[in-house]
C-alpha cells in the first residue's frame, strides 16, 4: 500500500519518531511506499535539505532491504513558500528527482511546523510561479483559512475548543481560494485537497472533479471514523488539524471513501511524545488507523479492488508512479494491528 501522506519527523524531532522507524513500522502494516511531509524541523523548503533527506531515505530502504527483505519506497514533498524564486528552484530539481520527489505541499494555514502561506495574495504569488515554470505534477494543500482561525478560543483546560478555534468553515473558505486561484492562473498540475473532513468540501471537490478540473481529495482514517466528541474522553491525545468534525461530517467522510467521491485514504501520520500532546500538539500516529479503516470499510461491503484503488492504485494513477500495491487480508491486519499501536506512545482508536 502507499501512504501518500505521513510526518516521520527525525531531525531536530527525532524524539517524536525517526524515519528508520516510521518505515519500519509501517513495512510491518503491509506498506510499501510513504510520502513524507515537509514540515520537518528544519523544514525541506531548500534543495540541500531535500537532497539530505531523500539520501538518508534511500540508506534506510536499503538497511530495511538487507535487514529484513522488505521492499519500501520512500518520498518527500517540497515545502512551497511564497517567494517564487524558492518554487522555481524546487520546480527545477522536481523534474531531476521526481518521483523521489513526488510534488508539493502547501500549508495555506498554519499547522505544525508553521509553514502557512496565509492570505490570497501570497497563495496567488504560488500559483503563478507553479504557473510560469510549467510544473504539472501534483500541488498537495493543507486546507484552512487562517483568517477564520482563532488561536485565541483553544484552552488546553477545555480541549474540544480546539474544534471552535479550527471551525469547519475555515475548510471550506480554503478550498474555494484554492479553486478560484487554480482558475484564475490556469493551473496546469492536479490541486490535491489533504485530510478532507467536511461534507461540504467534499462537495465542493466533486462538484469541480465533474465539471473536468484536476482536483483529487484524500482522507484519514480519524476523520472517517471518529467524531468531535471523542475529544470529551480522550481530550488532547484527540487533537490534530484540522479537527475531529462533527458526526455529520464523518459519515460524509466515511461514505465519501465508499461511493468513490474521495479519492485515497491518506493517514496522516504524525506522531508526537504524551509530553508534546498534553502541551497541546496536534497530530496523531496513523498506520493503525489505516489497517482498522480497512477492516471497516470490508464490513461496510467495500469490494477490494475499491480497497486497492483507495490504498495506492488511485495514488499510481495521480502521480503517474508506479509502486506496489497490496492491501493487507484482515488476518494480517488482526496479527499486526496491536504490535503496531504499540509501537507509539498512545491510540485514540
Ligand atoms: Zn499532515
New binding site residues.
Given amino acids: 500500500m502507499i501512504d501518500p ?1 505521513v ?1 516521520t519527523r527525525d531531525w531536530d524531532q527525532s524524539e517524536k519518531e525517526t524515519m528508520r522507524h516510521a518505515l519500519s513500522v509501517a513495512s510491518l502494516g503491509g506498506f510499501s511506499t510513504l510520502f513524507d ?1 515537509p514540515n520537518t524541523s528544519p523544514p525541506l523548503t531548500f534543495p540541500h535539505l531535500i537532497s539530505k533527506r531523500l539520501e538518508e531515505g534511500l540508506l534506510i530502504t536499503k538497511e530495511l532491504e538487507r535487514e529484513k527483505g522488505v521492499e519500501m519506497h520512500y518520498c518527500v514533498y517540497g515545502g512551497l513558500t511564497s517567494d517564487p524564486s524558492q518554487i522555481e528552484t524546487l520546480v527545477t530539481l522536481y523534474r531531476h528527482l521526481f518521483p523521489h520527489l513526488i510534488g508539493f505541499k502547501l500549508f495555506a494555514g498554519h499547522s505544525t511546523g508553521n509553514m502557512g502561506v496565509t492570505t490570497v495574495h501570497l497563495l496567488r504569488e504560488v500559483y503563478g510561479a507553479l504557473k510560469r515554470s510549467h510544473y504539472k505534477g501534483v500541488l498537495a494543500v493543507h486546507c484552512e483559512d487562517e483568517s477564520l482561525i482563532r488561536n485565541d478560543l483553544f484552552t488546553l483546560e477545555n480541549p474540544i475548543s480546539h474544534t471552535i478555534a479550527r471551525p469547519k468553515e475555515a475548510e471550506i473558505s480554503s478550498l474555494e481560494q484554492q479553486i478560484a486561484l487554480c482558475k484564475e492562473t490556469s493551473f496546469e498540475g492536479t490541486l490535491h485537497i ?2 478532507i473532513s467536511t461534507k461540504e468540501a467534499i462537495e465542493m471537490v466533486n462538484y469541480h472533479k465533474g465539471r473536468g478540473m484536476n482536483i483529487t481529495c484524500g482522507a484519514t482514517p480519524h476523520h472517517a471514523l471518529l467524531d468531535e466528541s471523542l475529544m470529551e474522553t480522550q481530550g488532547l491525545l484527540a487533537k490534530m488539524n484540522p479537527p475531529l468534525r462533527s458526526k455529520e461530517d464523518c459519515e460524509a467522510v466515511f461514505n465519501g471513501l465508499i461511493d468513490g467521491s474521495i479519492d485515497w485514504i491518506e493517514s ?1 501520520h ?1 506522531p508526537h511524545t504524551i509530553e508534546d500532546k498534553l502541551n497541546g500538539a496536534s497530530g496523531i500516529p496513523g498506520f493503525g488507523g489505516t489497517l482498522t479503516l480497512i477492516r471497516r470499510l470490508r464490513e461496510s461491503g467495500v469490494e477490494e479492488e475499491h480497497l486497492d484503488s483507495l490504498l495506492g492504485n488511485r495514488v499510481n494513477e495521480v502521480y503517474h508512479t508506479d509502486f506496489p500495491v497490496m492491501v493487507p487480508s484482515n488476518l494480517s491486519i488482526d496479527e499486526v494491528v496491536g504490535r503496531i499501536i504499540g509501537e507509539y506512545p498512545f491510540t485514540i482508536f
Fill in positions: 501522506h510526518h511531509m489533504c485530510h496522516d504524525a
